[in-house]
């Protein structure tokens, strides 16, 4: 079992900047990919961005050139950085491991955390 705890989310006006962290209870090493998702109201989640093991990020086209993904390993944390937020950037923000264990990709959510882009 796998525990994600996020922090990071608030309150920000458009133009701002936010980091959200996610804390993992095991070994990053033994996690493939961490990944951050969104879900605003009445929409599905989506990816927002991911990074493997090996520190090679991918994101979603919407946010390209304005959140940067980051791991720390020592640290067991995944972290977000968000810059020049737009009100459309507003949505609940989901930490997400993949750990792949005994022949299966398994994955594990953190609780959740509120991103409000608004003047």
């Known amino acids: 079992q796998v525990q994600l705890v996020e922090s990071g989310g608030g309150l920000v006006q458009p133009g701002g900047s936010l980091r959200l962290s996610c804390a993992a209870s095991?070994?990053?090493?033994?996690?493939?990919?961490m990944g951050w998702y969104r879900q605003a109201p009445r929409k599905q989640r989506e990816l927002v961005a991911d990074?493997?093991?090996?520190?090679?990020?991918n994101y979603t086209d919407s946010v390209k050139g304005r959140f940067t993904i980051s791991r720390d390993n020592a640290k067991n944390t995944v972290y977000l950085q968000m810059d020049s937020l737009k009100p459309e950037d507003t949505a609940v923000y989901f930490c997400?491991?993949?750990?792949?264990?005994?022949?299966?990709?398994?994955?594990?959510w953190g609780q959740g955390t509120q991103v409000t882009v608004s003047s």
């Open positions: 997400n491991a993949r750990l792949f264990v005994d022949g299966t990709w398994r994955n594990y």
């Open positions: 095991v070994s990053m090493f033994s996690i493939s990919v």
């Open positions: 990074i493997g093991r090996g520190g090679a990020p």
